[in-house]
Each structure stands twice: as structure tokens, then as C-alpha cells.
């Protein structure tokens, strides 16, 4: 008679299930790529001088049943844009601690922009959805040029906000000789793959 090591079977046979379980769930769902890349500049004036900063961040999109657009023949169901505050870097070491501090990096790790809408024309998306920047979420809107190329979609865009509309002071420093200014550009690029 042979013998079977059962401990190996307890572990086996659950995971085996989890595995059937989650396959069934995911068939069920709309496809979600994996996050891609999209590097973001954030620039300013101050009193004294103009400033950039970057970062790279993430995108995720799951496609769905909606408006297509281009590279995106099923439409955008979901977009999330992800950014970790903590992984800006600026021109000099005490500029980058300044940015970090007015974002408040040690309570709000991530800034984040959940598309809810999209019009297209052309190769252009005018993008409306909900950007969270320190705790605080205010709708934004803004232009998106879209490219498919053979590995996805060239996204491009920019957007210009007032920092202090999200609950960020602009950093003031040199004992007020500088001041940085509350009007921000945030640019963004990067390939995304459906």
C-alpha cells in the first residue's frame, strides 16, 4: 500500500481551488493592463527664479465598452494615474525637501487622477476627472494627445492648477526673500499599453 504525505496535499489542493476561483473570477472582468510608465514635470516661478521638478509615476487603464479612442478601439472603461510624492526630485537637494514638505510626502504618499470622462477628436481626448492632491480631491479637466504606435499608446498632456486649491502652501524661504508662486504646470508623456 502506498503511502501519501497529506501535508503536501493540505497545501496542494487549496491552492489549486484559489487558483480555478481567481481564473473564473478574472473571465468575468473587463482586461486590465499592467501599470506603464508616464514621467511627469511639475514647473513653477518664484520671486527669484523658475523651477522644475519630476517624478515618474504609473498609469493603469482597463478597457471597457465606451467611446472609442485611438489605440483604444473598445474605449476606456478606467485610468488611473498614480504619482509617489516621495520620488520627486528637483534640481538641488533643499529644493526637493522644500516641495516635499509643502506636499505633506510624510501623511500623502500618492497624488492621484481617476479619469471619469472623456470627448474625442482626432487624435486628441479632453480628459474630466478627479485629482487628489494632500487629501484633497477637486474635478480638473485637460487636453491628451494620443498615439498608437507598434507596443501601444504615446499619451502626452499638460495641465495648469493653483497649488493652494489642494491644501499646499508654496514653500517661502530665505527668510521671505523667495517666494514660491502658487500657479503650477504639470506635464506628462508616456506609452501605455492597453
Known sequence: MARVNISVWTGFVPRVIAACAGVALLQGLPAAAQPSTVDFTVSGTSTIRGWTCSVSGTVQVTLGSAEPAPGFATGIQTATLTVPVNDFECPSEEMT?????????????????????????????????ALTITGVTQPVNFPVSLTPTGEGVEIEGDLRLDMTTFGVEPPVVMLGLLRVRPQIRIEFAGLVTP
Open 97 to 129: 525637501e522644500h516641495l516635499l514638505e509643502a506636499m505633506k510626502a510624510d501623511q500623502f504618499a500618492e497624488i492621484t487622477f481617476q479619469l471619469e470622462l472623456y470627448d474625442v477628436s482626432g487624435r486628441q481626448a479632453e480628459a474630466t476627472g
